[in-house]
């Protein structure tokens, strides 16, 4: 979909939600409905969107270029001048008065709410994260093609950094070289903090890499991912130290069994918490259901964490293009954990793992 059709459509589901305009922050839904791509700082920076006139923004005058860019009337102020006069032109300009305005309630700071309270008279704030979610869930073929490549980077960045690892390095230097080899494997950035948790730190489903040395027989839960072209990727696989064994041997394949329930159930139709049930089904009747601690997975795209959220409660039918992780995984604290993940997208077949690593622990020779 082509950011005007993007914008278009914003407007729309905004009108029949009966607002007036949209009040956008910098970051992902900025960036979808107009091309905008601004962090927020200590300056503000708003984007408005009436459903009946012309989008502005307001921002700093170092930032105009950008406005510019998209065809999106600026509202510019210097340092030196401070922001007010700026938010004051654009609400009086846009006659924002009496009005009821969406914001984002996860990146509307207290800042510019306030700010927006003292020049919009009789301004009415009212969350759109469901806007968002109805409007961002379905992936366009363009989307898709910038999450395969997501996923490439950090599928080749793993297999290069494989054969670095050695028993008495710390996990801290092996997330260290994880990021080395997503970087310079062709990820923009990274999707978060790979997290790289050897023998009892896998008990913690988001441990920090620390200073302790691999071990030999530890199983090391790896979960990490790249932003490439604006879209993120997130996978989770098992290393192991020598063989795999074991307690956590055991484990490893229940979790695998659970994995392959839950991609399995995924199809066009079937609600989010169906596939969350599907993976939990396989760990309960095995036992270790209260050892299954956080949903089964969570959308994927634009932001590493994103609708639709594959938990119990969620009834959203699933549809051609979503796109989400399905990762359980099983903790027992003082030993380890387990944990796969793939990236998925519902097709009009069923579900397609858009990862294609092998789900196999991945075992480091010589280790024992």
Same mark, same amino acid.
């Given at each position: 979909?082509?950011?005007n059709?993007?914008? !278009? ?11 007036? =305009?949209?009040?956008?922050? $910098? ?8 091309g905008?791509?601004?962090f927020?700082?200590e300056? $503000?920076?708003v ?6 006139? =012309?989008?502005?923004? *307001? ?25 007010? @006069?700026?938010?004051h ?14 914001i ?8 510019e ?5 003292r ?6 704030? &009212?969350?759109?994260?469901d ?8 992936? %366009?073929?363009?989307?898709? !093609? ?9 599928e ?6 494989? #054969? ?13 070289? @994880? !990021?080395? =080899? ?8 990274l ?6 948790a ?12 620390? %200073?302790?040395?691999?071990? #030999?027989?530890?199983?090391? +839960? ?9 879209y993120?990727?997130?996978? &989770?696989?098992? +290393? ?15 979790v695998?069994?659970a ?10 139709g079937?609600?989010?918490e %169906?596939v %969350?049930?599907?993976?939990?089904? +396989?760990?309960e ?18 932001? *590493? ?14 549809? $051609?293009?979503?796109?989400? &992780? ?6 027992? =604290?003082?030993?380890g ?8 997208? +519902? ?5 397609q793992?858009? &990862? ?13």
């Amino acid at each position: 979909m082509e950011t005007n059709a993007r914008l !278009v459509r914003m407007l729309e589901l905004a009108e029949a939600a009966g607002l007036d =305009a949209l009040a956008l922050m $910098p970051g992902p839904n900025l960036r979808y409905v107009s091309g905008l791509d601004f962090f927020i700082s200590e300056r $503000p920076i708003v984007a408005l969107f009436p459903v009946d006139d =012309a989008p502005a923004v *307001i921002l700093p005058e170092l930032e105009a270029g950008k406005a510019h860019a998209a065809g999106i009337q600026a509202f510019t102020y210097t340092d030196e001048e401070g922001y007010a @006069l700026s938010f004051h032109e654009a609400c009086a300009r846009l006659e924002l008065a009496e009005v009821r305005v969406g914001i984002e309630t996860l990146r509307m700071r207290m800042l510019e709410a306030r700010i927006l309270q003292r020049y919009i008279p009789g301004l009415e704030l &009212t969350p759109v994260d469901d806007l968002f979610s109805e409007l961002r869930m379905a992936k %366009d073929p363009g989307e898709l !093609v910038a999450m395969r490549q997501s996923i490439a980077v950090a599928e080749g960045a793993f297999k290069a950094w494989l #054969p670095q690892l050695r028993v008495g390095m710390t996990e801290r230097e092996a997330a260290a070289r @994880l !990021v080395a =080899a997503l970087l310079s494997g062709g990820a923009d950035a990274l999707s978060f903090d790979p997290i790289v948790a050897g023998g009892p730190n896998g008990g913690l489903p988001h441990a920090v890499p620390g %200073d302790r040395p691999f071990a #030999p027989g530890d199983w090391v +839960v790896v979960d990490w991912g790249a932003f490439v072209a604006g879209y993120a990727s997130d996978i &989770t696989r098992m +290393v192991v130290f020598g063989e795999p064994s074991g307690k956590l041997g055991e484990i490893y394949e229940i979790v695998r069994q659970a994995n392959a329930a839950g991609r399995q159930a995924v199809a066009p139709g079937i609600a989010a918490e %169906d596939v %969350d049930a599907a993976t939990r089904r +396989v760990i309960e009747v095995a036992g270790y259901g209260a050892e299954f601690n956080h949903r089964t997975g969570h959308g994927l795209g634009m932001e *590493i964490h994103e609708a639709p959220f594959i938990v119990a409660g969620n009834p959203v039918q699933l549809r $051609p293009g979503m796109t989400f &992780t399905v990762e359980p995984g099983i903790y027992i =604290a003082g030993l380890g954990g387990i944990r796969i993940e793939d990236d998925m997208v +519902v097709t009009e077949q069923g579900g397609q793992a858009l &990862t294609t690593l092998s789900r196999e622990p991945f075992c480091i020779p010589g280790s024992v």
